[in-house]
C-alpha cells in the first residue's frame, strides 16, 4: 500500500520540489493569502501578480530551508512574498530615481547635438560619394585623395612624378566627375 498524501503545510513543503501535487495543494490552499498579503505592499495589479508568481517559483528553491520549529508554513511563504515585495518597491525606487535624474536634462548640449547631425549628414551623403569616386579613374582618384588629406596640388604633382598642370587637370576632372555623380539637393543648387 502506498503512502498518504501529504495535508499539513508542513508536510506539503517537506515534499517540495519534488512533489508537484504537494505544491499544487499548497498553492491552491494558500495563494489568496499571499495575494492579500501582497496587495498591501504593491502599487499595482500587476506588480501584486508577480510578487505572487514569484513567490510561489522561489518556494520551490527555498522549500529545503523551511524549519517548522521556527514559523508556520504560511509565516514561511509570506516571508519570501515581503522580501520579493522590497526587492521590487527598491528596483521600481531606482528606476524613478534616475528617471527624475534624467527628466528635464538635454542629453546632450547645442555643441553636441550640432556634431550629431553633421555626422548623420555626413553618413547618408557617404553612400553616393563612395559611389561617384568609383567612377573616377584610378590617377585622378589618387589626386583626389592627395588634396583631401592636405596636399596643395603642387605638392601631389611632385609625390605621383608628374607636372603641376597635370596635376590641375586630373583634379578638375575628378571634381567634375564626382559633382555630376553626386546628387544635388534643392538647397546645394544654390552654393
Given at each position: 500500500?502506498?503512502?498518504?498524501?501529504?495535508?499539513?503545510?508542513?508536510?506539503?513543503?517537506?515534499?517540495?520540489?519534488?512533489?508537484?501535487?504537494?505544491?499544487?495543494?499548497?498553492?491552491?490552499?494558500?495563494?489568496?493569502?499571499?495575494?492579500?498579503?501582497?496587495?498591501?505592499?504593491?502599487?499595482?495589479?500587476?506588480d501584486v501578480a508577480d510578487v505572487v508568481a514569484q513567490t510561489f517559483v522561489r518556494l520551490l528553491d527555498v522549500a529545503d530551508r523551511y524549519d517548522p520549529d521556527r514559523a508556520e508554513p504560511?509565516?514561511?511563504?509570506?516571508?519570501?512574498?515581503?522580501?520579493?515585495?522590497?526587492?521590487?518597491?527598491?528596483?521600481?525606487?531606482?528606476?524613478?530615481?534616475l528617471i527624475s535624474k534624467l527628466a528635464g536634462r538635454d542629453l546632450l548640449d547645442a555643441g553636441e547635438t550640432e556634431q550629431v547631425e553633421t555626422a548623420i549628414d555626413a553618413a547618408r551623403a557617404a553612400g553616393p560619394v563612395h559611389e561617384a569616386l568609383d567612377a573616377v579613374p584610378p590617377g585622378e582618384q589618387e589626386m583626389l585623395r592627395l588634396v583631401a588629406d592636405g596636399r596643395t596640388p603642387g605638392q601631389a604633382a611632385r609625390e605621383l612624378g608628374?607636372?603641376?598642370?597635370?596635376?590641375?587637370?586630373?583634379?578638375?576632372?575628378?571634381?567634375?566627375?564626382v559633382r555630376t555623380q553626386i546628387p544635388t539637393t534643392p538647397d546645394q543648387e544654390m552654393i
Open positions: 500500500m502506498s503512502d498518504p498524501a501529504p495535508t499539513s503545510d508542513a508536510e506539503l513543503l517537506a515534499a517540495l520540489p519534488d512533489d508537484l501535487a504537494a505544491f499544487e495543494a499548497f498553492y491552491r490552499r494558500h495563494v489568496r493569502q499571499v495575494t492579500t498579503f501582497a496587495a498591501g505592499r504593491c502599487s499595482s495589479a500587476e504560511l509565516a514561511f511563504v509570506c516571508a519570501i512574498a515581503a522580501n520579493l515585495a522590497r526587492d521590487l518597491h527598491r528596483s521600481t525606487s531606482r528606476r524613478r530615481v608628374i607636372s603641376p598642370g597635370a596635376a590641375w587637370t586630373r583634379l578638375s576632372r575628378a571634381r567634375r566627375r
